[in-house]
C-alpha cells in the first residue's frame, strides 16, 4: 500500500513559478513510476509529468521546457517545478503512483493518487 500527500499549490502571477511537492509512504517506492496529473474544473484529468525509478522522465507537449519532475529516492518524495506559469495552467494538481517500472501517461495507469492541490495563475 501507498500513501501519497501532494503540496505547494497556490496563487501565483502570471509567468511566475511554484514547486509542488509529495511525499510518499512505503518502502517500495524507488521501484514505482511517479506522475502528476492536473484537472480543471468542467475538464478530464490529463497527465502531465512522469518519472521512471531510475530517472527518465516524459513530459505532455504543453509543459515541454517549463516543468520538470524530479525524484528524491532517499526522501520518498517527488517534485514537480513548475516555471513560467500561464492562466490555463490553473487546476487541481495530482501526485500519482505507477506499480511498475515502465511509463504511462494514463489515468488508468496509476493505482494511488494523492488528494490534490490546488493551483491557480493569475493574468
Known amino acids: 500500500q501507498v500513501q501519497l500527500v501532494d503540496s505547494g499549490g497556490g496563487l501565483v502571477q502570471a509567468g511566475g513559478s511554484l514547486r509542488l511537492s509529495c511525499a510518499a509512504s512505503g518502502r517500495i517506492f524507488y521501484e514505482y513510476t511517479m506522475g502528476w496529473f492536473r484537472q480543471a474544473p468542467g475538464k478530464e484529468r490529463e497527465f502531465v509529468a512522469a518519472?521512471?525509478?531510475?530517472?527518465?522522465?516524459y513530459y505532455a507537449d504543453f509543459v515541454k521546457g517549463r516543468f520538470t519532475i524530479s525524484r528524491d529516492n532517499s526522501k520518498n518524495t517527488v517534485y514537480l517545478q513548475m516555471n513560467s506559469l500561464k492562466p490555463e495552467d490553473t487546476a487541481v494538481y495530482y501526485c500519482?503512483?505507477?506499480?511498475?517500472?515502465?511509463?504511462?501517461?494514463?489515468?488508468?495507469?496509476?493505482?494511488?493518487w494523492g488528494p490534490g492541490t490546488q493551483v491557480t495563475v493569475s493574468s
Open positions: 500519482a503512483a505507477r506499480p511498475s517500472r515502465t511509463a504511462s501517461a494514463s489515468v488508468q495507469g496509476y493505482s494511488y
Open positions: 518519472i521512471l525509478w531510475i530517472g527518465g522522465t
